[in-house]
């Protein structure tokens, strides 16, 4: 009874509704918000507090900005069932307003995400350039954890470490129930979050984290990516044993990365902690982290080489090694 009346409390108010079914579209920053409601922010703010205090939403920090998404499943769900049957009696006179306010908040962060790629994107394309194709590699990838066979069985829980602009989560977010990237990077997290959007992936959540404290909880998760991210770790065997916390038995790890080189100027130049892994490096950190060594692929064809390294958690696997 208690749960009930303060759902029904925080929802007395046509603004928090309004707030409510904005949400349902897409997460949103307090300011977003407020452009889309046209308030104040410590007007919209207050209300923000009151359906996060009933469970109906949730605040995310990421630097200086503050995201909010709905809530609990247990709780919201019957919300949103009821509200929906009572839209169809009388359809809600906000929605079409607020909706293409919604869709100006889109294409803001839209252009704002392309400015940041544009000024940014000289450092990606100088590495790019060093190695194999990122088709050929996401095409490898998408082969090895078994998901270029678009009829195969979906994962649930899918977690993309260091997801940078949420390309991980495009390529393979569509064969999980629920998808999730996490990342150190503000700025990062809000180019993913336009790409997504823009893209209409909706089964996909968003994360300021470090990689070396996850965001679930033990064996939540049925598969992890760790995607050139692993040569900026100053501790790569504990971002290793971190991912395979959260992996459920028989879940399996991903990493896409270099093979020893001697590019030093990618320490200075583009702050690479390590200068690419040795096959027995990352068996010796897997066995660290309870792990089954499953697979290696090899992607040569530039200065640089690519590695694949597929773990499974306490599963027998044997171990495959074959050059791509």
């Keep these: 009874m208690t749960i009930a009346l303060d759902i029904f409390r925080a929802l007395a108010d046509a603004t928090r509704l309004r707030i409510l079914a904005l949400l349902r579209s897409m997460e949103l920053s307090v300011g977003e918000l407020a452009q889309v409601l046209g308030q104040s922010q410590p007007r919209v703010s207050r209300h923000v507090k009151i359906l996060c205090d009933a469970g109906l939403a949730e605040r995310r920090k990421e630097g200086s900005w503050v995201f909010v998404g709905v809530g609990s499943a247990a709780k919201v769900a019957p919300v949103v069932a009821a509200l929906d049957a009572w839209h169809a009696i009388e359809p809600d006179h906000w929605a079409v307003a607020d909706a293409a306010r919604l869709a100006a908040v889109r294409a803001d962060r839209a252009s704002s995400a392309a400015g940041w790629f544009e000024a940014n994107a000289g450092q990606w394309d100088a590495i790019r350039s060093l190695h194999i194709a990122e088709e050929q590699v996401e095409a490898a990838m998408l082969e090895v954890l078994g998901f270029d066979d ?151 064809g530039g200065e640089l080489t690519v590695k694949l390294w597929l773990a499974r958690k306490g599963a027998e696997q044997l171990h495959e090694v074959k050059a791509a």
């Design 150 to 300: 678009e009829n195969g069985p979906p994962i649930g829980q899918l977690i993309d470490i260091g997801t940078g602009t949420g390309r991980m989560l495009e390529l393979f977010g569509a064969r999980a129930k629920q998808s999730l990237g996490i990342d150190r990077s503000s700025e990062m997290l809000r180019l993913a979050r336009a790409k997504l959007s823009e893209r209409g992936i909706a089964n996909a959540d968003l994360r300021q984290a470090d990689l070396y404290a996850l965001p679930l909880g033990d064996g939540e998760a049925d598969a992890a990516i760790i995607h050139h991210v692993l040569h900026f770790a100053q501790q790569p065997g504990a971002a290793i044993a971190e991912a395979a916390r959260v992996l459920s038995p028989g879940g399996r790890l991903l990493i896409a990365d270099f093979a020893p080189h001697d590019r030093e100027e990618l320490r200075a130049r583009d702050a690479h902690t390590r200068l690419g892994f040795s096959d027995e490096q990352i068996a010796a950190w897997f066995a660290a982290a309870g792990l089954m060594p499953a697979r290696t692929e090899t992607l040569e």
